[in-house]
């Protein structure tokens, strides 16, 4: 009965997309968080329901198209000339990297996944350009509250799942993880998530998107005192998942807004460089404390049960024993699976999906050892090889350097849109840190739609602040006109 309920709740939110693109975000949001408790209602816990956001953001898409928007990447504005080599070179080495692991593997399924893993944040950039276009930052806002609200219900789940409450939704999908850390055997609470790891990037997710709405919009003591005390909260709440980098990911995020903060709005350059030196610490502090990915682990994760005393204290202790990892993880996740990629399939890697979460529901971990796809870089290699690295790097500096650009024209046009974009690109850069050393999750649909957006977002605020500019012009003018003419009249 959960799966025909469950397709019938996704057909409906999809003809609502159809009829309506603008609310495209926030059914996806719903969609997403969703469809991990109905998969763990259903027998077998199928994995299709992990592609069902995407079915309901394809649905926006052709609303949107039908709409007639334009959804072409050369519709956002400075996108061919800072970028559009980059992207067609590496649009060229994915699909060349798909024919490779299709006729390597002979998996659809393998190629499917990778494809959809490297371009699924293609399309919803370009939507949320659009979006943000015609519904400004109010609409931007809006569904980064919607956001907030629903998803910090969602992660309640992690808190029942720890005081035992006995629910089906509740727990990881699959094989569930162990920690053997601080003297103690500690359970990876993910709650309504399917696993601790998803849980722990919404955590750090709505941390971030708290911070920006409370502090980066209007600050005064009740909101810092506000933003600091749900943080906090967050962070306590995040430490039940077992995945440490959830804390050094927000200290990443908080790092680099105020860092941008200080370059561009204050002149403040040696202050900058400082907080860049916390933000690099915070950085090396992930290295030191990615957990590895779950996939080998075989208990089911409602099936344990740890309840010795002063059990909270032990998650605690574990998120601050970062320091005596990081020499390890830095080799283990650094340029030594690029090296093993090398060695083992050579400088054009295994092909595109063979070091992507989920090729294991359909065969992935008996064609290929997956281990060096951990971290960013040994995924990046194994599936694009060294030249599809290379182009993926040069792509992301140039990326990077339009983004800098845009804040620096936010800077000196708009200081209310310059900081929603200070936040975006925090909040890409801190994703960035996370992949680099702990790639798995970032194979789920709704995180790269989620990444999609805040890029799109960002794109679209010099519009919007010209936009704001021209319009205080108009009405400043007008203002001037009209007291002009009653001066006259008097």
């Known amino acids: 009965m959960m799966p025909e309920l469950a397709l019938v709740l996704v057909f409906f939110a999809a003809i609502l997309a159809i009829g309506s693109w603008r609310s495209g975000l926030i059914l996806c949001t719903l969609?997403?968080?969703?469809?991990?408790?109905?998969?763990?209602?259903?027998?077998?816990?199928?994995?299709?329901?992990?592609?069902?956001?995407?079915?309901?953001?394809?649905?926006?898409?052709?609303?949107?198209?039908?709409?007639?928007?334009?959804?072409?990447?050369?519709?956002?504005?400075?996108?061919?000339?800072?970028?559009?080599?980059?992207f067609t070179l590496f649009v060229i080495i994915v699909l060349l990297q798909g024919v490779h692991s299709f006729v390597r593997f002979g998996s659809a399924a393998m190629t499917g996944i990778g494809m959809l893993s490297y371009f699924a944040a293609l399309p919803a950039i370009v939507f949320a350009y659009q979006y943000a276009v015609r519904f400004d930052i109010k609409g931007i806002t809006r569904w980064m509250w919607f956001y907030v609200f629903a998803a910090s219900l969602a992660l309640m789940g992690v808190y029942l799942e720890y005081i035992e409450v006995d629910w089906t939704a509740l727990g990881e999908v699959g094989e569930g993880l162990i920690i053997y850390d601080?003297?103690?055997a500690l359970k990876a609470y993910s709650g309504f998530f399917r696993s601790s790891e998803i849980a722990a990037w919404h955590t750090g997710t709505i941390a971030c998107f708290v911070f920006l709405l409370l502090v980066g919009q209007r600050r005064s003591f009740a909101r810092i005192a506000l933003a600091a005390g749900l943080v906090l909260f967050l962070i306590g709440m995040g430490a039940l998942t077992g995945r440490r980098k959830m804390l050094v990911q927000i200290a990443i995020f908080i790092s680099m807004y105020f860092l941008l903060v200080a370059w561009f709005q204050r002149g403040a350059t040696k202050i900058a460089g400082v907080i860049g030196f916390v933000g690099l610490a915070s950085y090396v502090a992930i290295i030191g404390i990615v957990e590895p990915d779950p996939g080998e682990r075989t208990f089911r994760?409602?099936?344990?049960?740890?309840?010795?005393d002063q059990l909270y204290q032990a998650y605690a202790l574990r998120t601050r024993s970062v320091i005596e990892d990081i020499p390890d993880r830095i080799s283990q996740l650094g340029l030594q699976p690029v090296t093993w990629v090398v060695e083992q399939q050579g400088w054009f890697g295994a092909g595109l999906g063979s070091g992507s979460q989920g090729v294991q529901h359909f065969g992935g971990d008996e064609l290929i050892d997956r281990g060096a796809a951990e971290g960013g870089l040994g995924k990046l290699t194994m599936e694009l090889g060294v030249p599809g690295l290379l182009i993926a790097i040069w792509f992301a500096y140039a990326l990077g350097r339009y983004m800098?650009?845009?804040?620096?024209?936010?800077?000196v046009t708009s200081?209310?849109?310059?900081?929603?974009?200070?936040?975006m690109v925090a909040?890409?850069?801190?994703?960035?840190?996370?992949?680099?050393?702990?790639?798995?999750?970032?194979?789920?649909?709704?995180?790269?739609?989620?990444l999609g957006w805040a890029l799109g977002f960002l794109l679209a605020?010099?519009?919007?602040?010209?936009?704001?500019?021209?319009?205080?012009?108009?009405?400043?003018?007008?203002?001037?006109?009209?007291?002009v003419i009653q001066r006259r009249a008097g």
């Not at 994760?301 to 010795?308: G, K």
């Not at 800098?404 to 024209?409: A, D, I, K, M, T």
């Not at 605020?461 to 007291?483: C, F, G, H, Y």
Request: include cysteine; proline fraction near 6%; glycine fraction near 8%.
């Open 301 to 308: 994760s409602h099936e344990l049960t740890v309840a010795p």
């Open 427 to 450: 909040f890409m850069a801190s994703n960035v840190a996370a992949f680099s050393v702990a790639a798995q999750a970032y194979g789920d649909v709704f995180i790269l739609l989620c």
């Open 415 to 423: 200081q209310a849109h310059a900081r929603v974009g200070y936040g």
């Open 461 to 483: 605020l010099p519009v919007l602040a010209k936009r704001a500019v021209e319009a205080a012009l108009q009405t400043s003018a007008r203002a001037n006109i009209s007291a």
């Open 31 to 86: 969609t997403a968080l969703m469809q991990d408790p109905m998969r763990k209602l259903t027998p077998g816990e199928p994995v299709y329901f992990v592609v069902l956001v995407g079915f309901v953001f394809g649905a926006a898409w052709i609303g949107a198209l039908l709409s007639r928007v334009p959804l072409r990447p050369s519709s956002i504005r400075g996108w061919e000339p800072q970028v559009g080599t980059q």
């Open 404 to 411: 800098w650009r845009v804040l620096g024209q936010l800077a």
């Open 182 to 184: 601080v003297s103690m």
